[in-house]
C-alpha cells in the first residue's frame, strides 16, 4: 500500500539555519502531496501542497517540489526562525480512495 | 481560517465511563474524519465518513463509534473509556473529490484514569 516515510527527529537548530526534513512516499498512481504543520496544543495546518510532478509549493518561505523520478518531497526554508519550532508532517491523499496517508512527524526546534 | 470544532478540548475522565468527543464544520464538506495521535505524534486513522449515513473504519483498530447523520457532524463515542484510550484525538474534514486538503480541528485531549 502507499507509504510516507519522513527523517525522524528531533532537529535542533540555530536560528536564520538552513532547513531541509527529507520525506519520501510509495504510491501507485499520482498523488497529491503536502506538508503540514502542527503548533503546540494545536490541530495540524496546512502549510504547502503539490498535486503534480515538478510542481513547487512554497508558503512562509517554505517549499518543496514533487520529484516523481526519485519519489522525494522534501521541506526547505532558507533561514528558520524560532517561530518555525513545531512538528512537521509529510502526507499523501491516495488516488483510489481520498485517504491520507501521513509521515510519523519530524519535530524541529529552532533556538534564539 | 478553519471552521472545523471540537470540544471539550481537554478531558479525564475514571475508567468505565462512557463518553463523546464532538466534531463539527461548517463548510459543508462531505468527508470527515477522526485521527488518534499517540505521544510520539504518530497519527492514526481511526474512522472516516463520505457523507450523511456512510461510515468506515480506518486502519487502527479502535472500541471506538461514530455517526453521521448530518453533514457539519462527526462524533465519536467510547462506550467504556479506558487506561488505553487516553490519547489525543483530531476531527477534519475536506471537501468532495480528490487531493483536496484537510482541514483540522485543535484537538481533545483526553485521559482515562
Known amino acids: 500500500g502507499d507509504s510516507v516515510t519522513q527523517m525522524e527527529g528531533p532537529v535542533t537548530l540555530s536560528e536564520e539555519a538552513f532547513l531541509t526534513i527529507n520525506c519520501t512516499y510509495t504510491?501507485?498512481?499520482?498523488?497529491?502531496l503536502f506538508w503540514y504543520v502542527q503548533y503546540p496544543g494545536e490541530g495540524l495546518q496546512l502549510l504547502l501542497k503539490a498535486t503534480k510532478a515538478d510542481d513547487k509549493g512554497s508558503n512562509k518561505g517554505f517549499e518543496a517540489t514533487y520529484r516523481k523520478e526519485t519519489t522525494s518531497f522534501h521541506l526547505e526554508k532558507g533561514s528558520v526562525q524560532v517561530s518555525d519550532s513545531a512538528v512537521y508532517f509529510c502526507?499523501?491523499?491516495?488516488?483510489?480512495?481520498?485517504?491520507?496517508?501521513f509521515g510519523t512527524g519530524t519535530r524541529l526546534k529552532v533556538l534564539a | 481560517e478553519a471552521d472545523i470544532y471540537q470540544t471539550p478540548r481537554y478531558l479525564v475522565i475514571g475508567t468505565g465511563k462512557k463518553i463523546t468527543l464532538e466534531c463539527s464544520q461548517t463548510m459543508g464538506h462531505d468527508k470527515m474524519y477522526w485521527y488518534q495521535q499517540d505521544p510520539g505524534m504518530e497519527l492514526h486513522l481511526i474512522h472516516y465518513s463520505y457523507g450523511v449515513n456512510s461510515t468506515e473504519k480506518g486502519d487502527l483498530s479502535s472500541e471506538s463509534t461514530v455517526s453521521r447523520i448530518r453533514t457539519e457532524h462527526f462524533p465519536l463515542t467510547l462506550e467504556s473509556a479506558r487506561p488505553s484510550h487516553t490519547s489525543q484525538y483530531l476531527c477534519?474534514?475536506?471537501?468532495?473529490?480528490?487531493?483536496?486538503?484537510?482541514?483540522f480541528g485543535s484537538g481533545t485531549q483526553l485521559s482515562v484514569l
Open positions: 504510491a501507485t498512481g499520482y498523488p497529491s
Open positions: 477534519a474534514s475536506s471537501p468532495r473529490g480528490g487531493h483536496e486538503k484537510l482541514f
Open positions: 502526507a499523501l491523499s491516495d488516488q483510489g480512495t481520498y485517504k491520507y496517508i
